[in-house]
């Protein structure tokens, strides 16, 4: 969360990061504003990241739980505060809400230029975890369906981060 954070100029940016990282993102909403009225982030006062494993365990966690610096209030104060980045990130908040795509699909950090330290990390590292494949491959068909597992890996990191 925090390298979602650090990496992040925007709330929406900061929405899209985690989600992408294959978290749920939930605002927590100021008492009194319903789901179907939430009109503005100010009315977001923070957030619960859930995580699901494969095998179906979930971990909750509120940003609290996370340490001061991961408050929303706290992240705010070094991201954009403007007219576009608010009404982005409602519709990201209302996105995440409703368990829908990302609003923007070509934001600032599906830019290669804009990778944090633990994108590439996780890149390289399915890199390896290809070629690895590819290398223990025993006959022919065993390298022929490491070669189209590795294929897929690298369009779905591609379709994640926003590489061409």
């Known amino acids: 969360m925090t390298t979602c954070a650090k990496a992040s100029r925007s709330e929406d940016e900061f929405i899209r990061r985690v989600r992408r990282e294959g978290f749920s993102i939930d ?26 494993s494969a095998d179906g365990w979930t971990e909750r966690f509120n940003a609290f739980e996370l340490g001061d610096d991961m408050r929303l209030k706290r992240l705010r104060d070094g991201w954009a505060d403007d007219a576009r980045s608010r009404s982005l990130a409602v519709r990201e908040w209302r996105a995440a809400m409703e368990n829908r795509p990302p609003f923007l699909d070509d934001g600032r950090e599906r830019h290669p230029e804009n990778l944090s330290t633990h994108d590439m990390e996780r890149l390289v590292s399915e890199a390896f975890a290809i070629a690895a494949n590819l290398n223990s491959a025993a006959d022919d068909d065993e390298y022929r369906a490491a070669m189209r597992e590795g294929l897929h890996a690298f369009d779905m990191l591609r379709e994640r981060y926003g590489l061409t």
């Open 27 to 52: 605002p927590r909403l100021r008492r009194g504003t319903a789901k179907d009225s939430f009109t503005d982030p100010g009315q977001v006062v923070g957030y619960r990241i859930t995580w699901r």
